[in-house]
């Protein structure tokens, strides 16, 4: 999408085209739906029981005692002595993920689901009316409440565009509702932070402040030219439209890299234990891959030792989406890192696949078409409709059942199903 060179061409939007909702510290509020023991008690979720570890997320009581995400349990434990720490159930979210977002969806249709707790709904028809948008917002909490869990919250958000709908639903937590019109801005948006825009993280900001930019009247205050100058990109100069207003449309987000970490448990720290894992790890994103119906050309490996030393490296393949040639170069990685590092005790397992490719795309006939290439990607693709079937992992390559087991995680742009989190 062309942003247009002048603000002549920029028409004001004034209706309200979007409702966005963000359910409340999400992974924290479902344990407390289905363990009401937890419910009104600072509680974190954790990936693994350890003191060393991070909070994923913390209940609105744990936030009032300074916890967020990203805080290490040490630390958590520290602020607040009677946390309870809560080992993630990401099958359970992603039910609850489902549910939540088919209860919306018999109100207003679900338009685009941004990660597992926030979605927007396009508003139509009468629904753009203010008193007929706070009406069906309401309704949309209630249900939500009535038929999902009477312990799950949402805040939402109203406004012409996306941006300004998501902005709206961070304004009152928890479980607010907020209202941008379109005639309030970009006044409305003035007592914000710089980082409560979306788009602005902390190398951005950096950036702003360095062009003497402190506010975000300051920065609306400027001319799309100038926003652009800033940022270094369109992007900037879309900020100007979506501030005051303007519905642009949703641009596609296109994966760059696909792939998978594992934090290792004491029983599985060993160079033999981590190996199986690693080549799980591998598998799992292999098979995503596929999924997407793409192709890469690179294997990055990350290895993060005991003693917190990284060692990492990277190898180009042919284009490729069959498990063989990720096994084979994840191997190679692994033994040549492990060699040279002697390790003897590892702390986590980072694998990802990137130079990705639509199948569409150009491939040589030595790449893809030699009969060992089309035997693997054919017996990788057997291998995905079996387990697809059968359950996660029931069918995979080279390794023998194993108690260690791969822990899911939900990232924002990937929502397995249940069956991935098993």
């Not at 969806?105 to 597992?116: E, G, N, R």
């Not at 710089?194 to 788009?199: A, E, I, N, T």
């Not at 017996?379 to 390794?399: E, F, P, Q, R, Y």
Request: glycine letters at 4%; one cysteine or more; charged letters at 25%.
């Amino acid at each position: 999408m062309v942003v247009g060179d002048s603000r002549d061409s920029f028409a004001l939007e004034n209706k309200l085209n979007w409702l966005y909702l963000d359910i409340n510290s999400y992974f924290s509020t479902v344990e407390q739906q289905v363990n009401p023991h937890l419910r009104d008690k600072p509680v974190a979720v954790v990936p693994l029981m350890t003191d060393s570890t991070c909070a994923i997320a913390a209940s609105y009581d744990a936030k009032l005692k300074g916890i967020k995400t990203g805080t290490r349990i040490f630390e958590a434990k520290r602020l607040c002595p009677e946390l309870i720490c809560v080992q993630a159930n990401h099958a359970l979210y992603v039910e609850y993920h489902n549910r939540i977002f088919a209860e919306v969806d018999k109100y207003l249709k679900v338009d685009h689901i941004f990660s597992i707790d926030e979605a927007a709904c396009r508003l139509t028809g009468k629904y753009q009316t203010p008193s007929e948008a706070i009406s069906i917002a309401n309704i949309i909490k209630e249900k939500i409440k009535e038929n999902v869990g009477a312990y799950i919250s949402c805040s939402i958000g109203i406004a012409s565009n996306r941006y300004l709908a998501k902005i709206a639903s961070d304004m009152q937590k928890p479980d607010g509702l907020t209202i941008i019109q379109p005639n309030d801005l970009p006044a409305k948006l003035y007592k914000l932070d710089l980082s409560d825009l979306p788009g602005i993280g902390s190398r951005t900001k950096k950036k702003i402040l360095k062009h003497g930019i402190t506010s975000v009247q300051e920065l609306c205050n400027l001319d799309p030219k100038r926003l652009r100058s800033i940022w270094g990109s369109v992007w900037g100069e879309k900020i100007w439209y979506l501030i005051r207003g303007a519905d642009l449309p949703l641009e596609e987000t296109k994966n760059s890299s696909i792939g998978h970490s594992q934090v290792l448990v004491p029983d599985s720290k060993s160079v033999e234990v981590a190996r199986n894992i690693l080549i799980t790890l591998t598998l799992k994103a292999a098979t995503r891959l596929r999924a997407k119906n793409l192709f890469s050309n690179s294997i990055y490996l990350e290895i993060i030792l005991s003693s917190g030393k990284k060692i990492k490296d990277r190898a180009k393949l042919s284009l490729s989406s069959d498990n063989n040639t990720f096994l084979n170069a994840a191997l190679r990685l692994w033994d040549n890192l492990i060699h040279t590092s002697n390790a003897k005790e590892l702390k986590k397992l980072s694998i990802s696949l990137s130079g990705l490719q639509e199948e569409s795309s150009q491939m040589s006939f030595d790449d893809f078409y030699n009969h060992h290439k089309k035997k693997h990607q054919h017996l990788s693709k057997m291998i995905d409709a079996l387990n697809k079937k059968l359950g996660s992992n029931m069918v995979t390559i080279g390794l023998p059942p194993s108690k260690h087991k791969i822990k899911s995680v939900v990232a924002f742009g990937h929502i397995p199903g249940v069956k991935d989190q098993r």
